[in-house]
């Protein structure tokens, strides 16, 4: 059995999709602070099978201690739980700091008690910051983080590394994912944020469908060819196959060391304007847009050197920036009714 936390959400949802097509049984824990129970009947729409539902708040600590007698077959966690928006993390960096480090704290605990725990860490580009040479390679230096999410995604990791040192018996892949955008191609799952878009893409689709009066750009006087932020936005259906990918090396016993690092993207940066344009090519809508000032806590640039990934894992990115907005627009028109 597969342990996914956070599985109602954007990416771990798209992943208990690809886990389930696998054959694997996917057991989901989420306090649905940021997603919704509904998601589980796309998954079943998806996959024809539901995955097992506990609503769990990682945090505390006994209830998770009682979860995990519950459920002693668990073999694999795929650990997503976390909170993600850069903005926001810099206007409540408390909420941040206590939801992403403790709830990992409390889990590796429960997992180190094992003979055998396989860990598959959710961690970000963000751990970079502004990287020195693009595309960035996992050598790369980690900097000082511009954001406290960012900072979380660095201490998380180093946690993470410190415990595998310590303890044989857990081992443990984080996979450093760029930007992940679309959704599902049946339009059953799909980036569903609540209250106001932390994201770009999801401010996107509902700036075009009226939800939103305008897209807000931040800052066109980047040092890039348009003025604009540049990111490696990759395909959460691409992104969901990697975790699939990874989990099976640990289960295989192909990993080298207890804990490894992998990038995850499409080795190409794409920038917020370009990214706006590719929505109207592939919708026919125009985008009601307003350039801003820069917003604390961005990078200028940042896009992946997925070689490591490409070689080691044999996963490659196949969708396009295209294909994800495309679906992304496909998803956005389904939930809000539109024809």
Not at 255 to 265: A, I, K
Request: proline share 4%; net charge neutral.
């Amino acid at each position: 059995m597969i342990l996914v936390t956070g599985g109602l959400g954007y990416i771990g949802s798209h992943t208990v999709v690809e886990l389930q097509n696998q054959g694997h049984e996917v057991l989901i824990v989420d306090n649905l602070s940021n997603s919704s129970i509904a998601v589980l009947d796309g998954i079943e729409a998806i996959t024809g099978q539901r995955p097992i539902f506990e609503q769990l708040d990682l945090r505390d600590k006994s209830k998770l201690k009682t979860f995990f007698a519950k459920y002693g077959d668990v073999n694999g966690v795929i650990h997503f739980s976390a909170s993600k928006a850069v903005g926001e993390s810099v206007k409540k960096p408390l909420l941040y700091y206590e939801n992403n480090l403790n709830a990992l704290i409390y889990l590796l605990q429960e997992l180190t008690g094992r003979s055998r725990a396989n860990f598959i860490f959710s961690s970000s580009c963000t751990v970079y910051g502004q990287a020195n040479e693009l595309p960035i390679t996992e050598g790369a230096p980690v900097k000082p983080a511009e954001s406290p999410y960012g900072n979380t995604k660095q201490i998380g990791e180093e946690i993470i590394k410190d415990t595998c040192y310590v303890t044989p018996n857990l081992r443990a892949i984080a996979l450093r994912y760029f930007n992940p955008i679309g959704a599902h191609p049946s339009a059953q799952i799909g980036e569903f944020p609540l209250g106001v878009p932390q994201n770009l893409v999801p401010f996107i689709t509902q700036t075009a469908i009226g939800l939103r009066k305008q897209l807000s750009v931040f800052g066109n006087d980047y040092p890039t060819a348009d003025g604009t932020c540049i990111r490696d936005f990759i395909h959460v259906v691409d992104l969901a196959k990697a975790h699939v990918v990874a989990l099976r090396r640990l289960l295989e016993n192909k990993n080298d060391g207890n804990y490894e690092v992998f990038n995850l993207g499409t080795g190409k940066g794409s920038s917020v304007l370009e990214v706006i344009q590719s929505f109207e090519r592939v919708s026919g809508e125009q985008l009601n847009f307003k350039i801003m000032n820069r917003r604390r806590g961005d990078v200028v640039q940042v896009y992946a050197d997925t070689t490591k990934a490409n070689k080691i894992l044999r996963w490659i990115a196949q969708y396009n920036l295209d294909d994800a907005m495309k679906s992304a627009w496909e998803w956005e028109k389904k939930i809000r009714n539109f024809n």
